[in-house]
T-cell receptor
Framework: NAGVTQTPKFQVLKTGQSMTLQCAQD?????MSWYRQDPGMGLRLIHYSVGAGITDQGEVPNGYNVSRSTTEDFPLRLLSAAPSQTSVYFC???????????FGPGTRLLVL | EDKVVQSPLSLVVHEGDTVTLNCSYE??????LLWYKQEKKAPTFLFML????IEKKSGRLSSILDKKELFSILNITATQTGDSAVYLC???????????FGTGTRLKVLA
């Protein structure tokens, strides 16, 4: 099993550009989520999903969109990148009955 | 508002020392408390605690949850340089499936 995979590993964007961060898992987990991690801020939940077709907002959803068309994939879209979105983004998944989240390797995003 | 606070924010010790990391929470409904270790990349799971007063152990690491006083501690004995990392605690809230993370404790172990 590959676990949770994320692409790209690193991305540089200009202000106003859009892009999609990809996340996939092969563990058949119902629950998937996106976090951003900034220095001194810990992990903050952006969006999450409890199954295909079901998404909900987390703590810091503004400027981000998600969709969940399949169990495996949970892409995160930045509609119009801003320097405040410079961060490291982690995708995670777990079963609904389990507690432990499995994290992807992260995407480092720099918005100029 | 649900909140998780970890202390200290950072800690520098020498190999062989014992450290205690604290996670205090103000979360009204939660299923469990989780501890993660984060080195340079993604967090990796250490412990899941669901019951108050029952210690979980894994080698030199141990953890306990106090639901009355609303905190958990993570102990690391005989620290090694490989223990250098950020240690995160998190609580998955009941009903919403939202995980609330603390800001983490950065531990540096000097040889």
């Amino acid at each position: 099993n590959a676990g949770v995979t994320q692409t790209p590993k690193f991305q540089v964007l200009k202000t106003g550009q859009s892009m999609t961060l990809q996340c996939a898992q092969d563990m058949n987990h119902e629950y998937m989520s996106w976090y951003r991690q900034d220095p001194g801020m810990g992990l903050r939940l952006i969006h999450y999903s409890v199954g295909a077709g079901i998404t909900d907002q987390g703590e810091v959803p503004n400027g981000y969109n998600v969709s969940r068309s399949t169990t495996e994939d949970f892409p995160l879209r930045l509609l119009s990148a801003a320097p405040s979105q410079t961060s490291v983004y982690f995708c995670a998944s777990s079963s609904l009955s389990g507690e432990t989240q499995y994290f992807g390797p992260g995407t480092r995003l720099l918005v100029l | 508002e649900d909140k998780v606070v970890q202390s200290p924010l950072s800690l520098v010790v020498h190999e062989g020392d014992t450290v205690t990391l604290n996670c205090s929470y103000e979360v009204t409904n939660f299923r469990s408390l989780l501890w993660y270790k984060q080195e340079k990349k993604a967090p990796t799971f250490l412990f899941m605690l669901t019951s108050s007063g029952i210690e979980k152990k894994s080698g030199r690491l141990s953890s306990i949850l106090d639901k009355k006083e609303l905190f958990s501690i993570l102990n690391i004995t005989a620290t090694q340089t490989g223990d250098s990392a950020v240690y995160l605690c998190a609580l998955p809230t009941s009903g919403t499936y939202k995980y609330i993370f603390g800001t983490g404790t950065r531990l540096k172990v000097l040889a």
